[in-house]
T-cell receptor, first 114, second 111 residues
Framework: NAGVTQTPKFRILKIGQSMTLQCTQD?????MYWYRQDPGMGLKLIYY???????DKGEVPNGYNVSRSTTEDFPLRLELAAPSQTSVYFC?????????????FGDGTRLSIL | LAKTTQPISMDSYEGQEVNITCSHN???????ITWYQQFPSQGPRFIIQ???TKVTNEVASLFIPADRKSSTLSLPRVSLSDTAVYYC????????????FGKGTTLSVSS
């Protein structure tokens, strides 16, 4: 059981470049999330999705886009990369329902914008 | 959203019991309290969740007083491998509110 898989694990981008961070889960979870974590800080929600075809903004969505065409995949797109987007990006998934259904996290993508 | 406050850091020695307290004065009726653990270079990992009183699993206990304005994560007999950041989160499970991760508590366990 792979859980939540993120690719790539590391990436260096130049300012102005774009890229897509991939996230896939094999647990048939409806909910999926993208977070970023800056050094020494907690996680901040970028975007989330409650199911295929449905996405919504989180706390820090500017500079990012997402899509959810399947239950399994939730890619995060960075357009016009900026140094402020240097961070570790985590994808997570969970079942819907009452209470805080435990979120399952991937191991992150470490992104540097130079 | 209920905001949480927890100590920035704690130190302990192997074999000791560690209690990390989290304050959440504005917790709502539908909110649950969830704790996550994060090791360096890894994503957070669910530890335990509760609504009231006491919850225990194989790795930790969670104590929640009647007013639910605080909670305490208890780690029995910690080892070096328990060195990590621990996050206390409060929410009702709705995806839009998701989880608000603060800075967490950095627990350092020494031998």
């Amino acid at each position: 059981n792979a859980g939540v898989t993120q690719t790539p694990k590391f990436r260096i981008l130049k300012i102005g470049q774009s890229m897509t961070l991939q996230c896939t889960q094999d647990m048939n979870h409806n909910y999926m999330y993208w977070y970023r974590q800056d050094p020494g800080m907690g996680l901040k929600l970028i975007y989330y999705s409650v199911g295929a075809g449905i996405t919504d903004k989180g706390e820090v969505p500017n500079g990012y886009n997402v899509s959810r065409s399947t239950t399994e995949d939730f890619p995060l797109r960075l357009e016009l990369a900026a140094p402020s987007q240097t961070s570790v990006y985590f994808c997570a998934s969970s079942y819907p329902g009452t209470a805080n259904q435990p979120q399952h996290f991937g191991d992150g993508t470490r992104l540097s914008i130079l | 959203l209920a905001k949480t406050t927890q100590p920035i850091s704690m130190d302990s020695y192997e074999g000791q019991e560690v209690n990390i307290t989290c304050s959440h004065n504005n917790i709502a009726t539908n909110d649950y309290i969830t704790w996550y653990q994060q090791f360096p270079s890894q994503g957070p990992r669910f530890i335990i969740q509760g609504y009231k009183t006491k919850v225990t699993n194989e790795v930790a206990s969670l104590f929640i007083p009647a007013d639910r304005k605080s909670s305490t994560l208890s780690l029995p007999r910690v080892s070096l491998s328990d060195t990590a950041v621990y996050y206390c989160l409060v929410g009702d499970g709705q995806a839009g509110t998701a989880l608000i991760f603060g800075k967490g508590t950095t627990l350092s366990v020494s031998s």
